[in-house]
RNA sequence: GGGUAGAUGGCCGAGUGGCUAAAGGCGACAGACUGUAAAUCUGUUCCCGCGAGGGUACGGUGGUUCGAAUCCACCUCUGCCCA
């Protein structure tokens, strides 16, 4: 099936190396909010804030786009109110690219609170009870309202594990809900990224990669991965899938993840990745650093005056101690959260742009070696 | 001076004869978290031992009892009330 796309307006991606040892790929997305240069980690922001920092960090973190979560903004603040706004750019006052997620994860996590039909899913307000309705047409409505750069199909995401059938039906109707959200989509100005299902099945993830490739779209996502399956099973999805996506387009990796399944994505071919946990690791306790992720509360940064990381210009780094930062913690001082949210963000946008720098110098595989054991 | 309530593991605090090495909370120590219902959840927390198990322990001393944190006597200390 071809169609002129008229997102391509707005929206087009150069794909400017591509390492030579590895899958390994260097680029740029263009978008009416600006540039994203690839591989990139994407902070996320449920609610249109990225939990505990401000937009003034987020900025000196140097992220270059962020989520929205277009299921949590729907019930609260409401999508019609944010369009009120003129959209989510000037109702956060963030004007880089913004991508929302379409309420599909949302009906694998809250599973409990949901019920699916072939027409959409009817789900109740996790917080009064309230019963609400999203299928692929209110999803592109909703995000449509909010107005982020990229926007996600509506999706079935099947659990882990999960029974070959089950897998098969939530693809196909997936398949079946992206010829709707491309149907109900009308703004040229924000790119609609398929998304890849077929749970942990090879011949599904084939069937669904070469379903979701036929649409000439800005990006392609892969869905379905890092819901509980062991970090093996996530990378030969990840290797298996992402060669079968368009390769001049780029390829986003959702809900994914650490340093190091960061760098095995990006040596698998992919270019983009969101994860909440740099900044729920940051509320719970845990920082990342180029020696593996480390937890402030431990004993043994009681009187230690050295930042969370040595090589990071973070504004908690460049300000803070360790003891300074476990003490705030142990207080319950919710400053500690902010600033190893800032700390987080940062260390993993940092990661991904020397990633890149590694790619275009073709040392990516050298980057992967000298660094990958300390992550893990 | 008289009366009264009380003394439990780092702290607070349940527990009134065996099911109590002693609930629960806090603190401490460690861990988990992957398209955010999450500043959440899990484990450990008297001593010795990998373990089975052993040793100490509920203010002190002595007693009753087969058996006491729990009952009795005296002592020490603390809160409150009256002089």
Known sequence: MSYSNPEFEYFSYELEHVDKKTGARAGTLHTPHGDIKTPIFMPVGTNSTVKLVTNHHLYE????????????????????????????????????????????????????????????????????????????????????????????????????????????KAMERTHRWLERCIKAKTNPKQALFPICQGAFYDDLRRESAAFV?????????????????????????????????????????????????????????????????????????????????????????????????ENCDCYACRNHSKAYIRHLFKCNEGTAQALMSIHNITFLVKFSQMVREAILEDKFEEFYQEHYNNFI
């Open 61 to 168: 973190s140097n992220a270059q786009i962020i989520l929205g979560n277009s299921y949590h903004l729907y019930l609260r603040a409401g999508d019609e109110l944010i369009a009120k706004f003129g959209g989510i750019h000037k109702w956060m006052n963030w004007d880089k690219p913004v991508l929302t997620d379409s309420g599909g994860f949302q009906v694998f996590s809250l599973a409990h609170l949901r019920k699916i039909t072939e027409d959409g899913v009817e789900f109740r307000d996790p917080k009064d009870g309230k019963k609400h309705y999203i299928n692929p047409e209110v999803s592109m409505k909703i995000q449509q309202n909010i107005g982020a750069d990229i926007i996600m199909a509506f999706d079935q995401c099947a659990p882990f594990p999960c029974e070959y059938n089950e897998a098969k």
């Open 213 to 309: 490739s036929q649409f000439d779209a800005v990006g392609y996502a892969i869905g379905g991965l890092s819901v509980g399956e062991d970090k093996e099973t996530m990378n030969h999805f990840v290797n298996f899938t992402a060669p079968l996506l368009p390769e001049n387009k780029p390829r986003y990796l959702m809900g994914v993840g650490t340093p190091e399944d960061l760098l095995d994505g990006i040596k698998g071919g992919v270019d983009m990745f969101d994860c909440v946990l740099p900044t729920r690791n940051a509320r719970h306790g845990s920082f990342f650093t180029w020696n593996g992720k480390k937890q402030i509360k431990n004993s043994m940064y009681q009187e230690d005056s050295t930042p969370l990381d």
